[in-house]
């Protein structure tokens, strides 16, 4: 990193950590971006992103994050790599970002560090993924037009990326693995108004089969054991998401499950700490999301920061 102090921090460089720092560069703001990775985020896992606007025949994830990071760069604003291990408000107003070999100090923290999908573990999964394996219906549903299915899992995320798929592929089967979904009735009889999805309960998943794509579900009858495979071209998986905000415990106000609470305003409930996309548990997890967050939070952090006449620009 360039300097010592910055105006704005965000601690992560995925489409609403980088649309952050764009607009906060943008206003004249100093601003970095501390990544433990390539800026993109998830965005560089995805083949084909279908449904961001201004892409009529779609943009590969790379190249998308590659335009975003040109874009931020062009304001001004630093993109940096570092392993953030702690932030800390301080009485003055200082805000110190603690990363392994450094401590940086802002006005303003933006924590933009997403969500990893959990894997469910099972041979093929990871070979498969991004080739039949997703973790995310309303991206990839479109490239099953058709299609024979599965979903895993037993949740309302489970239970409703069913119904959205219905109205795209042939079949739809939601495997889980206890005898009772858990998803709200009210999902589950919006699923079963669907004649083309199918209920496999008491079924354990025990690999994912294909060569260069899936080809079938590998199960398992959670009572009996006695094994089959489900024909399929398509894997879903819903069970569940890991907030990256391990962090920050302690520090701000998480939900039991890790996720980030904040206000409309992307603000948490220490002033001038931020969270945007994933990790503050939005209902949709999508790139167009995660942008409007990271809009919100700099709007937000550049009225804050214009009534502060002790403030540090570039």
Known sequence: MEKERYDVIVAGAGPGGMACALYAARAGFSVVAIDQGAPGGQMTM??????????????????LAELMLKQTQRFGAEIAYGFITGVEKKDDGNIIVKLDEESVSCRAFVIA???????????GESKLRGRGVSYCAVCDGFFFKGQQVCVIGG???????????????AKVTV?????????????????????????????????????????????????????????CTGVFMYVGVN???EFVRGA???????????SDEMETNIKGIYAVGDVRRPRNRQVATAVSDGATAAL??????NQQPDRFRK
Request: one cysteine or more; hydrophobic letters at 40%; proline letters at 5%.
């Open 46 to 63: 995805t083949e084909k992103i279908d449904n961001y606007p201004g892409f009529p025949d779609g943009v590969d994830g790379n190249e």
């Open 300 to 305: 937000s952090i550049e009225r804050v920061l």
């Open 175 to 231: 495997i889980h693995r206890r005898d009772k979904l858990r998803a709200a009735k009210h999902a589950i009889d919006a699923a079963l108004a669907h004649e083309n999805i199918e209920f496999a309960l008491n079924t354990k998943v025990l690999a994912v089969n294909g060569a260069d794509g899936v080809e079938s579900l590998r199960v398992a009858d959670a009572v009996s054991g006695a094994e089959r495979d489900i024909p």
């Open 252 to 262: 701000i106000e998480i939900d039991d499950y890790g996720f980030i609470k904040t």
């Open 243 to 245: 907030p990256i905000s």
């Open 155 to 169: 949740g309302d995320a489970a239970v409703e990326e069913a119904v959205y798929l219905s109205n795209l592929c």
């Open 113 to 123: 560090t997403g969500a990893a999908p959990k894997e469910l573990g099972v041979p």
